[in-house]
């Protein structure tokens, strides 16, 4: 019975000093004594708490992109009734406070050249003489609004090879 009653009590310790405890203890007001045992929890030491940082916005208007997935093609189209290529790309963009030209000519003029080999989300990529843009989603794949007929898909960078142009990076991620 004494050995059970210890058992609960030593729970009930260990219970506080992992739940109660940690807020007190880094004020310094808790230490807990057991005979010889001195235990003084440390919340930041057994959690390793680290500051959060958000997403990089590349990530985030890749995120909002994909909220368009299956919305027609609409030749001049910049809404989510319908897209082209850089309606879709300049409507993701303004939601995070970036304008954009609506002409992938114009907005390959922009940012910064990115490597194909060092794509991040969030970057556009051109093809058929810059005649068409999309966003990079990662995995060598990109959204985008390919042309009459079809609808807002993810499609991979092998497929479109032949006609890749380039990329450029809008947001330093």
């Known amino acids: 019975m004494a050995a059970t009653l210890r058992l609960v009590v030593l ?3 260990l ?9 007190a203890a880094l004020s310094g007001q808790v230490t807990m004594h057991r005979k010889a045992l001195r235990l003084r929890p440390h919340r930041s030491e057994w959690l390793a708490i680290r500051p959060l940082t958000p997403p990089p916005v590349g990530v985030l208007a890749v995120a909002y992109a994909r909220r368009f997935l299956g919305v027609p093609y609409r030749w001049g189209g910049s809404s989510p009734s319908g897209f082209d290529c ?18 992938s000519y114009a907005d ?10 060092a794509l991040k989300p969030g970057d556009l990529v051109f093809f058929s003489s810059l005649g068409h843009v999309g966003m990079y989603v990662g995995k060598g794949r990109f ?17 479109w090879g032949a006609s890749y142009d380039g990329a450029r990076r809008l947001v330093h991620t």
């Open 143 to 159: 959204i985008h609004a390919p042309h009459t007929g079809t609808r807002v898909q993810i499609s991979r960078l092998r497929d």
């Open 15 to 23: 219970a506080y000093s992992l739940v109660i405890g940690p807020a």
């Open 108 to 117: 390959f003029n922009l940012g910064h050249r990115v490597g194909r080999w």
């Open 86 to 103: 850089s309606g879709l790309v300049r409507y993701v963009y303004r939601r995070f406070g970036i304008d954009l030209p609506h002409s």
């Open 11 to 13: 729970v009930l310790a």
